[in-house]
């Protein structure tokens, strides 16, 4: 159970799992948000990419519940942030979480609101409705761009992973994480 769970110096191997395999799927769920704001309709890659979007986006909000669960679980002995800038990290941290809850959540409601139904891998989850339900609508106008604020997000946190903490710093930080 330890190499599993949290410790104070090191992410355990289920947090690490999560971390890297689901940063693996949001970059690809990323590429195919890009193919679908920047190719033509025609084009076999962004029908390739786009049409795996739905799905994966819904494993990604599956995924980020389970982690949520796992980090809140471990959060006694998780790693710590201490200071001000480590407070500021934690709010960051939050920030990605809130995120990747809302952008695939705001979505699967309008399909549960919807006239056309929505599967996922085969099965049914909502059945279509005759009319449309439009509070269940509205949120999802703003699935776009709170995607690519959360692709912002994610960037500026690969920087201050790599750029400061590891190359400016020269701290442990990545490498509880590794
Ligand atoms: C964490 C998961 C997800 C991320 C990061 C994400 C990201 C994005 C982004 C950035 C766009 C804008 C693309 C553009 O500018 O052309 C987009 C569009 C879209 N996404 Fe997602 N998505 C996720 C999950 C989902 C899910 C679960 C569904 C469906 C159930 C979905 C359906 C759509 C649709 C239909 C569009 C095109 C219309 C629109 O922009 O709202 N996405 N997604
Ligand atoms: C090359 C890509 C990435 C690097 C180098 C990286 C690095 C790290 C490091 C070093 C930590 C530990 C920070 C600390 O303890 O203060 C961390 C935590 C975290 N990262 Fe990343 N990360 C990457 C990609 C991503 C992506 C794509 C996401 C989400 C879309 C993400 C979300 C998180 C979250 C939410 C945490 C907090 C710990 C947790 O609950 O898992 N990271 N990351």
């Not at 990290?89 to 705001?106: D, E, K, N, S, T």
């Not at 449309?132 to 699935?143: D, F, G, L, R, V």
Request: aromatic share 10%.
């Amino acid at each position: 159970m330890n190499a599993l769970s949290d410790r104070p110096d090191r992410y355990g191997l289920v947090s690490r799992t999560f971390h890297w395999g689901m940063a693996a799927l949001f970059a690809v769920q990323f590429l195919s948000a890009a193919a679908h704001w920047a190719l033509p309709r025609e084009n076999a890659l962004r029908e390739t990419l786009w049409g795996s979007h739905s799905a994966l986006g819904t494993t990604l909000f599956l995924l980020v519940l389970l982690r949520g669960l796992w980090g809140l679980a471990n959060i006694p002995q998780r790693p710590p942030h201490s200071g001000a800038a480590g407070q500021a990290a934690l709010l960051g941290h939050v920030a990605i979480y809130l995120l990747m809850v809302l952008v695939p959540a705001v979505r699967l409601l309008a399909a549960a609101g919807g006239t056309r139904g929505f599967s996922y891998l085969g099965i049914p989850v909502f059945p279509a409705r005759e009319t449309a339900i439009a509070w269940m609508q509205a949120p999802a106008e703003w699935h776009g761009e709170l995607g690519w604020i959360l692709a912002l997000v994610v960037l500026g946190h690969i920087a201050m992973a790599t750029v400061w903490h590891r190359l400016i710093q020269r701290d442990n930080v990545l490498q509880r994480m590794t």
